[in-house]
Nanobody, 121 residues
């Protein structure tokens, strides 16, 4: 009923930039918080950034000052602008959104499939 599709991943050299997008589609009344997580090979999933419906943001210490999360509610899309990328940013980046499918309903968490980011020289 709801799909989250990420795009924008790829390979980049250290110091480079990438912009990830995650578009939600399907039965959506409204979207509460939207987040980006990442998981490196052999590592645990960690939350990178989160943005509330009111635009409040927070970031993991490891990306603070380098990554910027934003959202376009008209497009049901969340973005992650990643600058000054480091090799340790290499991971699969996954989108998460708390979505209300209809008016008056509770919100449910949905996940995308992920997009791969590789930072390598």
């Amino acid at each position: 009923q709801v799909q989250l599709v990420e795009s924008g991943g790829g390979e980049v050299q250290p110091g480079g930039s990438l912009r990830l997008s995650c578009a939600a589609s399907g039965r959506i009344f409204s979207i509460d918080a939207m987040s980006w997580y990442r998981q490196a090979p052999g590592g645990q999933r960690e939350r990178v950034a989160r943005i509330t419906s009111g635009g409040y943001t927070n970031y993991a210490d490891s990306v603070q000052g380098r990554f910027t999360i934003s959202r376009d509610d008209a497009k049901n899309t969340v973005y992650l602008q990643m600058n000054s990328l480091k090799t340790e940013d290499t991971a699969t980046y996954v989108c998460n959104a708390d979505i209300r499918p209809q008016i008056g309903s509770m919100s449910y968490g949905f996940w995308g499939e992920g997009t791969r980011v590789t930072v390598s020289s």
